[in-house]
């Protein structure tokens, strides 16, 4: 049970290129969510998909797109990078639980991409 | 707007102490607070999770604590490790958060010092 992967961990693109990051989940969660972490700033999130075939904006979803390839996968696209853009990506799943009375979210992150934008 | 503030930005202890991280938010209404630890290179990982009916939670040598009055949450770690140095991000859901119910802080930089 792998969790959730990510790859690639690196990248350096020139201003201009377009790149694909790949995000894949073993756990059969319905949700997954791509955010960007950026120095001094909590995670921010681009877009999700709340279940196969869904996807939606998040808060920061310009220069972006995604594609729910099957419940297993979600991919974040960027189609002419800026430096803008130079950050580390997460990706994450979600799965929802009971306790007891209450219910929550419960929310699975991957290691990562640290990429550049030169 | 919501907001959730961590505090101190940045910590610096000797192993073997304790220390306390503190959550402040504004989230409204309030579902579940959680607590991560995200390694250098990392991503976060989950520590505890408390909804509103819990006030103490624990996981080890972590414990975090939350008061849904006040809206102030506090994570405590006993008898730190150098495995403790990493970031500890406070998030809190809530109908009121982003597109996915999370509001999430800038974290807290805890180092350990032999």
């Known amino acids: 049970n792998a969790g959730v992967t990510q790859t690639p961990k690196f990248q350096v693109l020139k201003t201009g290129q377009s790149m694909t990051l790949q995000c894949a989940q073993d756990?059969?969660?319905?949700?997954m969510y791509w955010y960007r972490q950026d120095p001094g700033m909590g995670l921010r999130l681009i877009y999700y998909?709340?279940?196969?075939?869904?996807?939606d904006k998040g808060e920061v979803p310009n220069g972006y797109n995604v594609s729910r390839l099957n419940k297993r996968e979600f991919s974040l696209r960027l189609e002419s990078a800026a430096p803008s853009q130079t950050s580390v990506y997460f990706c994450?799943?979600?799965?929802?639980?009971?306790?007891?009375?209450?219910?929550?979210?419960?929310?699975?992150f991957g290691p990562g991409t640290r990429l550049t934008v030169l | 707007k919501n907001q959730v503030e961590q505090s101190p930005q940045s910590l610096i202890i000797l192993e073997g102490k304790n220390c306390t991280l503190q959550c402040n938010y504004t989230v409204s209404p309030f579902s579940n607070l959680r607590w991560y630890k995200q390694d250098t290179g990392r991503g976060p990982v989950s520590l505890t999770i408390m909804t509103f009916s819990e006030n103490t939670k624990s996981n080890g040598r972590y414990t975090a604590t939350l008061d849904a009055d006040t809206k102030q949450s506090s994570l405590h770690i006993t008898a730190s490790q150098l495995s403790d140095s990493a970031s500890y991000i406070c998030?809190?859901?809530?109908?009121?958060?982003?597109?996915?119910?999370?509001?999430f802080g800038k974290g807290t930089h805890l180092i350990i010092q032999p």
């Open positions: 998030v809190v859901s809530g109908s009121g958060g982003g597109a996915d119910g999370l509001t």
């Open positions: 998909s709340a279940s196969e075939g869904t996807t």
């Open positions: 994450a799943s979600r799965v929802f639980r009971l306790a007891g009375k209450s219910s929550y979210n419960e929310q699975f």
């Open positions: 756990m059969n969660h319905n949700s």
